[in-house]
């Protein structure tokens, strides 16, 4: 690990994990000048201070805590109850990590005098153009590069990623041989808000319900009514509770609540339209219009022509068809492993 930012202030974001507690460990052991923040960002992570103080007594290092509830109610809990409620897919890390969890990092780190702001995140920065880009992992398995993809310069200029270049079963030994007793602690969830990640239960809870409709057949037959959009994603196939004679698939979720249902092998699409774009300056699309892209966190990469269009989204044509698109779900652009950036899915075709 380069020593570039020795003996100056670094702010790592704290979870109470193992990729946390060990990004603080190496920033310390390589002459950083570490504190830690953790961020309480809902009811769920409240449970999760005993953990974090643990780690930060453990490791010698001061532990600031930030109470961050209205930011992420505002910035992440509401558009996500929104997206699942009008039939989206949404992902929660896409949004907390550049309005809630990165921003507060940044913002205390300035308070505190730290130059430099840290997260476990599996991922690189690199220099390109003048400019800092985000790049994947080394390893690829565990790659987080589609969650950052919306971090600004102003963040990625002071953003460093002590994880990027290991496994996650060489960081699991390093806070093994090092005592930690976040060495066994399982992995964090995504929807980490949610307890037990059952984010159906936790809307419910709000008193928040997706609409109602019915279920079409891909002939378009009204086959009778759904519990509620919030129940089903594109792609989906278990839990339809449908005889159709034929496997069948959520294709489409429609604005009045309707569900329209395709055959399996119907699930591909060949283009997606995204929306509120997030772009790396150091790309220029008119030059990149052959990319990757990744629709999901966990999927394979895709190359893709990438054309602008006149209202400010952006179509990707994919070389071969793409199974199951989800509106709310991001489309993350890549030129080998560096992220040129993405936006959200809005149509598909």
Known sequence: ??????????????????????????????????????????????????????????????????????????????PFTDAYSTGRTPNPCVLCNPYVKFRSLADTAASLGAYSIASGHYARITDLNGYKVIEKASDKARDQSYMLYRLEQKILAKLILPLGLKSKTEVRALAGEAGLSSSLRPDSQEICFAPDGDYIEYMHSLSLYGKKGSFLSPDGENMGSHKGVEFYTVGQRRGLCLNTGRPVFVKRILENGDILLAYSGDEYARQVTVDRLSLNPAFDLGSENKLEVKLRSAAKPAKACISPNDDGTLELAFFEPQRAPAPGQSAVLYKGDLLVGGGFIVDFA
Do not use: P, W
């Open 1 to 78: 690990m380069t020593n570039k930012f020795a003996n100056k202030g670094v702010l790592v974001g704290i979870s109470g994990g193992v990729d946390s507690a060990v990004c603080c460990m190496l920033l310390r052991d390589a002459g950083y000048e570490v504190q830690g923040l953790y961020c309480i960002m809902s009811e769920n992570h409240l449970l999760g201070v005993e953990s974090a103080r643990t780690t930060a007594h453990e490791l010698g290092i001061a532990l600031h805590i930030a109470d961050l509830r209205e930011q992420f109610k505002a910035s992440v809990i509401i």
